[in-house]
């Protein structure tokens, strides 16, 4: 199968290429490099080819002899999302459903869509799991993107169009393209170079969690399923008993990471909290099982961070936090009001 990632040079992507190509996939990349400056250690395993491109710009003659899409490149989190809700909704929803019609267009019969359990943003936690059947509440520009994606690419499923919508837990673990402004790697980033987690909030809300490879994982699976099982379908990706609230990994980490003390602050009024039940993915993708836990992967990254000796520079390198290098480069005007680069072909 011929598989476009999009997204390819991104936290997931630069797990997924590789992960794909291992399995005897043909993966080619898609990527614009919003975050190319950041590689925290180089892959391990080789790596698709990318074309250098903004899905904005796609159209479907440059889709021919694709088999399927999995389609990571969007504004990946809330913080970036509210940066700029007008240019999020532009990238995440409009420039998404531009490429499934031009995937739609160009005979591609898959399309994976990476959305994510923000969506149910301020469910009650303390008391219920939020499914696939709960209606979203989604609290912010990202949020409400992925809702009106799934909404919009929902409806373009048919006969010859089968997209499928991974609402994926907030990650972690170890990837060449790290994020650091993700809650766990966060945390073991903050552990490793200073020795102490000073949680700013009370850490009480429930955040749901899914190491980048058990994703993956989902990911492959979804294109591999028989088409009927999975055209139009949403699933939550993750596990029932990764649901965490932000203190327990804060402790997880702080146990991981010999001396490292923690600190608990007050309620900062996030009211995004959710629990969420995972049973719909383990019965139609029977194979898919997470295979990591948060402890393994705090485990992971500090294995990782002591091999390449993090500093704290590494740990608050711009790319590393998305929203701070996106920032940095429209201060720059290397990217202008519409996040497209501005540098001429030297
Ligand atoms: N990481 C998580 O915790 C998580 C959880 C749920 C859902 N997701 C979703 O998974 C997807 C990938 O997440 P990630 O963590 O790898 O994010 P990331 O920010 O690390 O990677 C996104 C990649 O997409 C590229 N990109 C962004 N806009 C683009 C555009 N207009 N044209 C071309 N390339 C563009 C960026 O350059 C980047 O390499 C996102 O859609 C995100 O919303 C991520």
């Not at 590689?39 to 021919?64: G, K, Q």
């Not at 804060?250 to 923690?262: D, M, N």
Request: proline share 6%; aromatic share 8%; charged share 25%.
């Amino acid at each position: 199968m011929r598989v476009l990632v999009t997204g390819s040079d991104g936290y997931i992507g630069a797990i997924l290429g590789p992960d794909l190509m291992k399995r005897g996939f043909d993966v080619v990349g898609c990527d614009t490099g919003y975050y190319s400056a950041g590689w925290l250690y180089p892959s391990p395993d080789p790596v698709p080819m990318s074309i250098r491109r903004d899905i904005r710009a796609i159209r479907a003659e440059d889709l021919a002899g694709f088999d399927a899409i999995v389609h990571l490149a969007e504004l990946s989190n809330d913080p970036l999302g509210q940066h700029d809700p007008d240019i999020t909704y532009k990238i995440n929803h409009e420039g998404t459903l531009s490429l499934a019609r031009a995937a739609r267009a160009a005979g591609i019969r898959r399309f994976v869509y990476t959305s994510s359990c923000s969506v149910y943003g301020a469910a009650n936690g303390d008391y219920e799991f939020v499914d696939e059947t709960t209606p979203p509440n989604p609290q912010t520009a990202y949020a409400e993107c992925k809702v009106r994606v799934e909404q919009d690419l929902g409806a373009m499923a048919g006969d010859n169009f089968a997209p499928c919508f991974l609402r994926n837990a907030t990650a972690y673990g170890a990837s060449p393209r790290m994020r650091f402004d993700i809650v766990l790697n966060n945390l073991c980033g903050h552990a490793m170079t200073s020795g102490e987690i000073r949680l700013t909030s009370d850490g009480t809300p429930w955040r749901p969690l899914v190491h980048v490879k058990d994703i993956c994982q989902a990911i492959r699976l979804s294109l591999m399923a028989p088409e009927d099982d999975i055209r139009g379908q949403i699933f939550n990706v993750g596990d029932t008993d990764s649901n965490y609230r932000v203190i327990d990994v804060a402790t997880i980490v702080s146990e991981t990471f010999p001396g490292c003390t923690l600190t608990v602050g007050e309620s900062d009024g996030d009211n995004r909290s959710y629990k969420v039940g995972f049973d719909k993915i383990r019965k139609v993708l029977p194979r898919f099982r997470c295979e990591w836990t948060p402890e393994r992967g705090a485990r992971q990254l500090r294995t990782l961070f002591e091999a390449i000796h993090l500093t704290e520079e590494d740990f608050n390198a711009a790319p590393y936090t998305r929203l701070k290098i996106l920032l940095q480069n429209k201060e720059k005007r290397l990217l202008d009001s519409e996040l497209c680069w501005t540098l001429p072909v030297v």
